[in-house]
C-alpha cells in the first residue's frame, strides 16, 4: 500500500481538528470551558478518546484552543463586520448592535462571557487566554470610540476608555439578562441605555 501523500495526510488532520473543534466550542457553550468532557467530546465528534488527545495533547492545550475559538468567532461576527462601516458613529454603533445580535444567536451562552466567570479569579494560561480576548474586544471598541471623537460625533473631551467600559458593562447586562429573563425586554433595555450613553458625549 502506497503511503498517504504529506499534504493529503495534512489536509485531513486539520479537517478533523477543526471537526473535534466545532463540537467542543458547542460543548463548552452549554456546559462551560471547565465542563468540557473528553468522553462527551470524543462521543460527540465520533472518535475515540485517544484521538481526541493525539490532536491537542492535553485537556487545557484543547480548552486554550477553544476559547482562541470563542475570540475569533466574536472576531469575526463584530469587530471585523462592523469595519464595513463608516469610521465615526456608524462603525461604533455596528459594534453594539453586532455585539447584541450575538448575544440574541447565542442563546446558550457566549463562549468567552462564561469562561470570565470561571477562570477570572484562577491564575494560569487559560485565564490569561480569556483576558487577551478581552483586552482586544475593549481595546477595538476603544479605537472606534477615539475615530468618532476625531469625526466630531463625539466630544473631545470624552474618554474612549471609559466609554469601551460602560459599553462592556451594558453588554454583559444584556448577557446574563437574555438568559435570566425575557429577551426583547432585556435588548430594548440595552439599547436605551446605550443611546442615553452616546447623547451624554454627543456633539
Same mark, same amino acid.
Given at each position: 500500500m502506497r503511503p498517504m501523500p504529506t499534504s493529503t495526510a495534512t489536509s485531513k488532520g486539520a479537517a478533523t481538528r477543526d471537526l473535534i473543534l466545532d463540537r467542543a466550542y458547542a460543548i463548552a457553550c452549554r456546559n462551560g470551558v471547565e465542563g468540557l468532557s473528553i468522553g462527551e467530546l470524543a462521543l460527540a465528534a465520533g472518535m475515540s478518546k485517544s484521538g481526541v488527545f493525539a490532536?491537542?495533547?492535553?485537556?487545557?492545550?484543547? %480548552?486554550?484552543?477553544?476559547?482562541? %475559538? !470563542?475570540?475569533r468567532?466574536?472576531?469575526?461576527?463584530?469587530?471585523?463586520?462592523?469595519?464595513?462601516q463608516a469610521r465615526g458613529m456608524p462603525r461604533l454603533r455596528a459594534i453594539v448592535q453586532y455585539w447584541f445580535d450575538w448575544v440574541r444567536d447565542n442563546r446558550q451562552?457566549?463562549?468567552?462571557? !462564561?469562561?470570565?466567570?470561571?477562570?477570572?479569579s484562577r491564575p494560569g494560561p487559560l485565564r490569561d487566554?480569556?483576558?487577551?480576548?478581552?483586552?482586544?474586544?475593549?481595546?477595538?471598541?476603544?479605537?472606534?470610540v477615539s475615530l468618532a471623537i476625531e469625526t466630531g460625533e463625539l466630544r473631545e473631551d470624552t474618554d474612549a476608555s471609559q466609554i469601551a467600559f460602560e459599553i462592556f458593562g451594558v453588554a454583559l447586562a444584556l448577557h446574563q439578562d437574555t438568559r435570566l429573563f425575557?429577551?426583547?425586554?432585556?435588548?430594548? %433595555?440595552?439599547?436605551?441605555?446605550?443611546?442615553r450613553l452616546f447623547k451624554s458625549y454627543s456633539t
Open positions: 490532536h491537542f495533547g492535553s485537556r487545557e492545550a484543547l %480548552q486554550l484552543a477553544v476559547i482562541e %475559538q !470563542g475570540a468567532r466574536f472576531g469575526e461576527k463584530v469587530l471585523i463586520r462592523s469595519l464595513k451562552g457566549c463562549l468567552i462571557m !462564561g469562561a470570565v466567570s470561571e477562570y477570572d487566554a480569556v483576558v487577551e480576548a478581552m483586552r482586544h474586544w475593549r481595546e477595538a471598541t476603544a479605537r472606534a425575557e429577551a426583547r425586554r432585556a435588548r430594548a %433595555q440595552a439599547e436605551k441605555a446605550i443611546d
